[in-house]
């Protein structure tokens, strides 16, 4: 079975742009959740998805947004980036939500100049 | 909201020593996952734990979760070069939202 990817897995962007990555989770998975995490810091949660919706938010302004699609693949974007949003963007997908375990994709590496 | 508390954040060890690292709860615990993160790649799941008390071995890691549920621990018995990384637990809120610890950071020393 497939793992969990992500595209792209690099990515330099210009303080002000916008952004859009990609995640494909495996199959039968239904959650999706998306975590930065910056040198040394631990896993800062995003928003995770389940059927389409939005089911939690993490503490970030607006500017973060997501959506899953229909075979459960999802986005996120990022507009107006600031330099402080350079990280590493990873995606999760569990079977379904709750505690089922997470599995990570590798990530995609953002930076902003 | 839910917290869990994650010591150390860092521990140096000689490799061969054992490393623990542990997450705490000022409240009950529906349940705890472990996960290995390592350099330079992405977080892996290890085990979860669900019943009061409940001990699980893997090879040389021991994974305990509290009587009161309130906490867990993480043991590596003699550790080894490919333990080298950063250990995360994580736990899900009443709205199935993972809270993850800050992590500790295992170093083996040269």
């Known amino acids: 079975k497939a793992g969990v990817t992500q595209t792209p897995r690099y990515l330099i962007k210009t303080r002000g742009q916008q952004v859009t990555l990609s995640c494909s989770p495996i199959?039968?998975?239904?959650?999706v959740s998306w975590y930065q995490q910056t040198p040394g810091q631990g896993l800062q949660f995003l928003f995770e998805y389940f059927s389409e919706t939005q089911r939690n938010k993490g503490n970030f302004p607006g500017r973060f947004s997501g959506r899953q699609f229909s075979n459960s693949r999802s986005e996120m974007n990022v507009s107006t980036l600031e330099l402080g949003d350079s990280a590493l963007y990873l995606c999760?997908?569990?079977?379904?939500?709750?505690?089922?375990?997470?599995?990570f994709g590798p990530g995609t590496r953002l930076t902003v100049t | 909201g839910q917290q869990v508390m994650q010591i150390p954040q860092y521990q140096h060890v000689q490799e061969g020593e054992d490393f623990t690292t542990y997450c705490n709860s000022s409240t009950t615990l529906s349940n705890i996952q472990w996960y290995k993160q390592r350099p330079g790649g992405h977080p892996v799941f290890l085990i979860q734990?669900?019943?009061s008390g409940e001990v699980k071995k893997q090879k040389r890691l021991t994974f305990q979760f509290g009587e009161a549920k309130k906490n867990s621990s993480l043991h590596i018995t003699a550790t080894q070069t490919t333990d080298v990384g950063t250990y995360f637990c994580?736990?899900?809120?009443?709205?199935?939202?993972?809270?993850w610890g800050a992590g500790t950071k295992l170093i083996i020393k040269p």
């Open positions: 999760a997908s569990s079977l379904e939500q709750g505690m089922y375990e997470q599995y």
């Open positions: 734990l669900v019943k």
């Open positions: 994580a736990t899900a809120d009443s709205n199935y939202q993972l809270i």
């Open positions: 199959s039968g998975h239904r959650s």
